[in-house]
């Protein structure tokens, strides 16, 4: 059953008995080949990579070596600064701020079962979006307020909660690492692998497909068409693509799969 807000915007809790919050684990809804994919990252840059790094600093007579600590604390510090520039830039979701998306992001950690409940903040920009990182070790889910408003203003917060769903499963699955996160930021693959098996995280914690299939409707068209949205037909475009031999190869130098085929994924669950 779906989850409800009493006030989507202020709502401190929930309707009493309106969600089921049922442990997920998220190692069981990978999405398939990622294991092999994972690996072949892990070789071309867990292994090879360090192997390169090895032999430049033999070659350079250690010299490389200083190099790359100046690297290191380089990054240390640009990862204080992109947390200060968060902190600064962004409303950061608390139990006095947002409270309901706050509920929902502790309420579906502890499905998860994360040791740690990530930071949320907020940011204004031009588009629809979310995303989850990790600056050194603390991890944080950035919702960017177009997703967030347009999940609100079409009286449909079981959008956002898939959406945080979806984040909170990068963190899970340890996709927000930062060897990881580095392997899939270069191996295209793998990251859109990575996508499918987050919606299918959340699904899972939802035990709904719909709101993984609005969501994908709303980011293709935005919260002002939204509503106009014919979904059958929505659907039965989604099957067109799927089944589209071309679909996959145009993806091929993208980091997320297309829209209608994560619609499809979703709805193949259902």
């Given amino acids: 059953m ?5 006030d989507p915007i202020s709502s401190p809790t929930r309707s009493p008995g309106t969600f089921a919050a049922p442990r997920v684990k998220p190692k069981e809804h990978v999405a398939r080949g990622t294991g092999f994919h994972a690996m072949v990252g892990w070789i071309l840059f867990g292994i090879v990579g360090p192997i390169l790094v090895l032999l430049t600093i033999v070659g350079t007579y250690g010299i490389a070596l200083i190099a790359w ?22 409303v950061k979701v608390a139990p006095d701020q947002f ?24 940011i204004e920009s031009n588009q629809q979006n979310a995303f989850a990182l990790k600056i050194g070790s ?3 889910i950035v919702l960017i307020d177009d997703i967030v408003y ?23 699955l340890g996709h927000t690492g930062l060897f990881r996160g ?10 859109r692998l990575d996508e499918f098996s987050c919606d299918a995280v959340s699904v899972a914690m939802q035990q709904n497909p719909q709101p993984g299939l609005d969501a994908m409707t709303l980011l ?31 993806e091929s130098a993208m980091s997320h799969p297309l829209l209608l085929r994560r ?8």
Avoid: C
Wanted: charged share 20%; aromatic share 8%.
């Fill in 182 to 191: 580095m392997i899939s930021s270069h191996y295209k693959t793998l990251s």
């Fill in 150 to 172: 347009g999940a609100l203003d079409n009286n449909n917060p079981e959008i956002l909660d898939f959406i945080i769903g979806h984040e909170l499963a990068h963190h899970a």
């Fill in 138 to 140: 603390k991890q944080n």
């Fill in 69 to 90: 600590l100046i690297a290191l604390v380089k990054y240390n510090q640009r990862a204080k600064k992109a947390e200060a520039v968060l902190m600064g830039n962004g």
């Fill in 2 to 6: 779906a989850s409800t807000f009493d």
């Fill in 220 to 250: 293709a068209v935005g919260p002002r068409l939204y509503p106009r949205v014919d979904k059958a037909s929505f659907a039965k475009q989604a099957q067109q693509v799927v089944s589209n031999k071309y679909s996959k190869k145009a």
């Fill in 263 to 270: 619609y499809g994924a979703i709805e193949a669950k259902s």
């Fill in 99 to 122: 409270p309901a998306i706050y509920e929902s992001v502790a309420r579906m950690a502890g499905q998860l079962e994360l040791k740690t409940l990530p930071d949320v903040y907020i």
